[in-house]
C-alpha cells in the first residue's frame, strides 16, 4: 500500500478544493511561461518578425498545455498521470540554435518533428532499462538536475547575465522574491504554504516596479494591445538536414533521460517506501513527452521536457494531485487569450526567474542525496556516484573547450546532467562486471557467530545496492532465527545461509541437520508465553513472519531449509 509523505498536503490522487486547485495551477503556469525563453532566443538567433516572434510564444504555450493534459491525465496508456509539466526544453536549445542558422526556423520545425518521433519510437522500450538505472543512479541524475540549475540561477540571481559585477537592485529583487517563497514553505502551520511560489512570484513583480526594473513603458507596452486578443498561430515549412540527424536524435535521448529522472523525482516524492521505479509508468510518461514535442515541431516551436522546476514546487508547496496539471493545462489555454499577462510572464526580469531556478535547485539536490543514500553504498558504487558528480562539475569549467567540439558531442557535454548522467550509467555497468548475486556463508551454531552473518548481508547488500531499509529487515529476521534455532537446540552441524539478490527483493534460504523448526504457529498469548516451555521458539516465529514478506519451510536432501523473501 502507497504511503503519503507527511510534507504533502494533497497526494497524486487526492483532490484538493476548487478554489485551491485553482490557484495551484495559477503559479504553475506562471512558472512554465519563464520557459518561454528559450523558444524566444531561437527566433531572436533567425532574426525573426514580429509575427514569427508571436507565433512561436503561442505554439510554446499550447505545447505546454497539450503535453501537461496528456502527462497529468495518464489514461489509456498516454501519460504518467503525475504533476508532470511538460516546458519548452533548454536541452534542444544548442542544436535548435544551430539548426536556425543553417536553414532557419523551417529547419527547426523539421527536425524537430523527427526527434518527436524518436521519442515516440523509443518510449515502449524504456520499461526494459531498469538494470541500467538503480537507485544510485537516479540519484545521480536527480542531483545533478538540481546543480544545473543553481548555475544559471545564481547568474540570474546577482545580475551577472546581464553586467560583469553584482547589482544591488537585482539581488535586493531576487531575495526578496527567494526569502518569501522559502520563508512561507517553511512557517506557516496553514494551507498558505500552497502559495508560497505565486506570492513569492507577485512581490517579485511588485519589487521590480517598485525598484524600476519594470518601467511604465515596459507596461504600456504590455496593455498596447488590449487584456484580450486572439493568439498568433504561424505555421511554417518544414525542411530537413542528414547532417543535423544525429545531434537532434542524441539531444532526444538526453531529453529522454532528464524525462525519466524527472519522473523517479515524481514517484519519490509520492511514495515513502519507494523501492523501484515505475517503468512502466515512465514509459508512459516519456510517450506522452513524445507527442509534446512532435505537437512543438509541427508549431514551429522547439522540443519540451518535463520541468524539474515545476517537481520540485510541488514538493515544495506540499500539493502533487494530478488534478493541479490538468487544470495547469487549462489555465495555460487561457493565458493564450490574456495578452498582457503572456507578455509580463514570458519577458521575467532576471532576477525572479534566478529566485525560481535557486529555489527549485534546492529541493531537487536535496531529492537526489535522499536516492543516493537509501542504498547501502560499497567502493564500486562510490566511486561512481563520486566520479559521475565530478565529471558533470567539471563540465562547467570547460566551457571554451567544449565550444569546440562536434554538435553530436557538444549536445551532451554542454549539459553537466546529461554528462553526469551518461557516466553514472557507464561506471554503473562497468563496475558491476565481478559482482555476483549470489552468496553463502557456513557458521557453527554459536550465538557468538551470529555478527558474521548480520555483517555478511552488510557487506553483500553494499555491493548488490540493496535498499538499507531492506537489509536492516533481513539482519532483524535472521538474528531471530538464528537465536531461535540455538537457543531451542534443534540444531546438528554448521548452519548454511544462502542469499539471492535480484531488483525486486532477496531470498534467504536458511538450512541445518537436525530437528524441524516450526514457524507456522499461532501468535501466542502473554498469559502462554509465560507458562509455555516453547514460548521463544513461538515468538521467535511469530517475529520471523513479521520481518519477512514470504517464510516457506521444506525438508530436502537430508536438510531442514527455512526461505525467507524480502521485497524490494
Known amino acids: 500500500m502507497h504511503r503519503k509523505p507527511s510534507n504533502i498536503i494533497y497526494g497524486v490522487d487526492e483532490s484538493p478544493p476548487l478554489k485551491t486547485t485553482i490557484l495551484l495551477a495559477f503559479q504553475h503556469a506562471v512558472l512554465a511561461l519563464v520557459f518561454i525563453v528559450y523558444p524566444l532566443i531561437v527566433v531572436a538567433e533567425a532574426h525573426g518578425t514580429r509575427q514569427e516572434t508571436e507565433g512561436i510564444v503561442s505554439a510554446a504555450i499550447l505545447t505546454m498545455a497539450a503535453g501537461t493534459f496528456l502527462q497529468s491525465l495518464g489514461r489509456k496508456g498516454m501519460g504518467s498521470g503525475y504533476l508532470a509539466v511538460q516546458i519548452s526544453s533548454p536541452l534542444y536549445l544548442p542544436v535548435s540554435i544551430i539548426a536556425v542558422h543553417a536553414g532557419g526556423l523551417e529547419l527547426v520545425a523539421g527536425m524537430t518533428v523527427l526527434a518527436g518521433l524518436f521519442t515516440l519510437f523509443f518510449a515502449p522500450f524504456v520499461r526494459y532499462l531498469r538494470p541500467f538505472f538503480p537507485a544510485e543512479v537516479c540519484g545521480v541524475a536527480v542531483l545533478m538536475l538540481g546543480v544545473s540549475l543553481a548555475g544559471p540561477g545564481a547568474i540570474r540571481f546577482t545580475g551577472l547575465n546581464t553586467s560583469s559585477f553584482p547589482n544591488p537592485v537585482v539581488i535586493s529583487v531576487a531575495f526578496i522574491t527567494f526569502s518569501i517563497m522559502v ?77 525519466m529522472a524527472g519522473l523517479i523525482t515524481c514517484q519519490k516524492i509520492n511514495e515513502v517506501d519507494l523501492a523501484r521505479p515505475d517503468m512502466t509508468g515512465i514509459s508512459r510518461g516519456i510517450l506522452a513527452d513524445g507527442c509534446s514535442t512532435l505537437c512543438s515541431g509541427l508549431l514551429g516551436s522547439i522540443g519540451t521536457c518535463i ?262
Not at 202 to 212: L, N, P, Q, R
Not at 392 to 415: C, E, H, K, N
Open 183 to 259: 520563508a512561507l514553505s517553511i512557517w506557516p502551520k496553514n494551507q498558505l504554504r500552497l502559495y508560497s511560489a505565486v506570492i513569492g512570484l507577485a512581490s517579485g513583480y511588485a519589487a521590480a516596479i517598485g525598484t524600476g526594473l519594470i518601467g511604465a513603458g515596459e507596461l504600456k507596452e504590455a496593455i498596447a494591445g488590449g487584456i484580450v486578443a486572439w493568439p498568433v498561430i504561424s505555421v511554417t515549412a518544414f525542411r530537413f538536414e542528414w547532417v543535423l540527424l544525429v545531434p537532434f536524435l542524441v539531444t532526444a535521448m538526453v531529453a529522454t533521460l532528464d524525462n
Open 307 to 568: 520541468s524539474s522546476a515545476h517537481i520540485a514546487l510541488s514538493s515544495a508547496t506540499g500539493a502533487t494531485s494530478r488534478k493541479v496539471g490538468l487544470w495547469t493545462s487549462a489555465m495555460l489555454l487561457v493565458m493564450i487569450f490574456i495578452s498582457p499577462l503572456a507578455k509580463l510572464l514570458s519577458n521575467m526580469p532576471g532576477p525572479i526567474t534566478g529566485a525560481v531556478m535557486i529555489y527549485a535547485s534546492a529541493f531537487l539536490i536535496t531529492s537526489g542525496i535522499e536516492l543516493i543514500v537509501s542504498r547501502l553504498l560499497d567502493i564500486r558504487r562510490i566511486f561512481m556516484i563520486g566520479c559521475s558528480v565530478i565529471v558533470g562539475i567539471s563540465s562547467i569549467q570547460f566551457t571554451d573547450v567544449i565550444m569546440t567540439l562536434p554538435m553530436w558531442a557538444y549536445s551532451i557535454a554542454s549539459s553537466p546532467f546529461a554528462l553526469s548522467s551518461l557516466c553514472a550509467v557507464v561506471l554503473n555497468y562497468v563496475f558491476s562486471i565481478g559482482t555476483s548475486s549470489r552468496a553463502s556463508i557456513r557458521i557453527q551454531p554459536e550465538l557468538a557467530l551470529i555478527p558474521e552473518v548480520l555483517r555478511f548481508f552488510d557487506d553483500k547488500g553494499a555491493a548488490w545496492g540493496a535498499r538499507r531499509h531492506m537489509i536492516h529487515r533481513v539482519q532483524s529476521c535472521v538474528n531471530e532465527l538464528m537465536e531461535a534455532l540455538m537457543l531451542v537446540s534443534v540444531v546438528e552441524g554448521e548452519i548454511e545461509i544462502r542469499a539471492t539478490f535480484n531488483d525486486f527483493g532477496l531470498d534467504v534460504i536458511v538450512s541445518y541437520e537436525g530437528k524441524s523448526f516450526m514457524l507456522e504457529v499461532k501468535n501466542p498469548l502473554p498469559e502462554e508465553l509465560m507458562s509455555d516451555e516453547n514460548a521463544i521458539a513461538k515468538l521467535s516465529a511469530v517475529l520471523v513472519r513479521q520481518y519477512a514478506d514470504r517464510v516457506e519451510t521444506d525438508f530436502r536432501d537430508g536438510r531442514h531449509r527455512i526461505s525467507l523473501y524480502f521485497e524490494q
